[in-house]
C-alpha cells in the first residue's frame, strides 16, 4: 500500500520554546523527500510527528487522506529508522528482523513467550522465515542472520534496521539520520545503497539529515528547514539554482 503524506499547520513547542512552527508538506507516493536543515532547526521533532511518537501542538497529519494526528505509531503504517539503530541486543539479526512480523500475526508470543510458542500454527512461522529471508537478501545480510547485534559492524546493524522495517511493507520510510554514526567512506556507500532500495521498493522515503550533500545527491526532493519554518521545498537543483533567500544559498552553497 502506498500513500500521500500530508502535513498542514504543524506547530510544536516545548515549554515556552517553539520548535516548529506552522509547517505544510505534501510528500508524494514513492518520493524520496529529505528533511534537511542545522541541528536543532526541528527535523526529528517532525519526524517524530509523522510517526506518532510526538503530538502535535496544533495542525494535522494524513497519510492517504486518513486523519492520522491522534493514532497510535502502531496505527500508521510507516516505519522508523532511527541513529542508533535500536535493535534488541538480546535477539539474534533473525529475531530482530522477524519480531515486527510476529507481533502483528502472533499477537500473544511477545507477552506470553510460551503460550505464543505452543499455539504458533506452523504455516505462519513458515511465512515469517519466508519473509525474513527475502529481507535479509535484499540487505545482503543472509550470512549474519544468527549473530547477536553487538557481534555487528555499524554498517551490518544499519542493514539490520533496515530489514526489520522492510519486513513491514510500510506506506513510507521515515529515518532519522541513519548514517551518522558511521565512518565516512561506508556513508558513502551506503548513501548508494538507500537510493538502490528506493528504487527497487518504489516506497515513500522521507529521510532527515544536517548533511546538504547528502540531500543533494540522494533527493527527488528536499525540505530545507530553518529555525521551525520549511524555508524552500524543491529539488536538489532547483535550491541550488534559484535559492528562494541567502539562508538557502548558504546553507546549499550556491553561488551567490
Ligand atoms: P534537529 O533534529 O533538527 O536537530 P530537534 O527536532 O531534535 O532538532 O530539536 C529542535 C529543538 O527542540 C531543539 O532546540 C531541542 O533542544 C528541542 N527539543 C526537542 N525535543 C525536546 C523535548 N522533548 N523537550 C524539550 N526540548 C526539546
Ligand atoms: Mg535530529
Known sequence: MRQSLDLSGIRKGFGPLQVLK??????QQGEFLSLVGMSGCGKSTLLRIIAGLEMP????????GRDVTAADPSDRDLAMV?????LYPHMTVRQNIATPLRMRRLPFSGRLPLIGRLAAPRAV????????????????ITHLLDRKPAQLSGGQRQRVALARALVRQPAAFLMDEPLSNLDAKLRAHMRDELVALHRRLGATFVYVTHDQMEAMTMSDRIALMIDGRIEQLGTPEDLYRRPATLAVARFIGSPT
Request: glycine fraction near 6%; hydrophobic fraction near 50%; charged fraction near 25%.
Open 22 to 27: 506552522d509547517i505544510d508538506l505534501s510528500v
Open 57 to 64: 501542538d496544533a495542525g494535522a497529519v494524513r497519510i492517504g
Open 82 to 86: 532511527f541513529q542508533s539503530y535500536a
Open 125 to 140: 512461522l513458515d511465512e515469517i522465515a519466508a519473509e525474513v529471508a527475502t529481507a535479509a537478501d535484499t540487505l545482503q
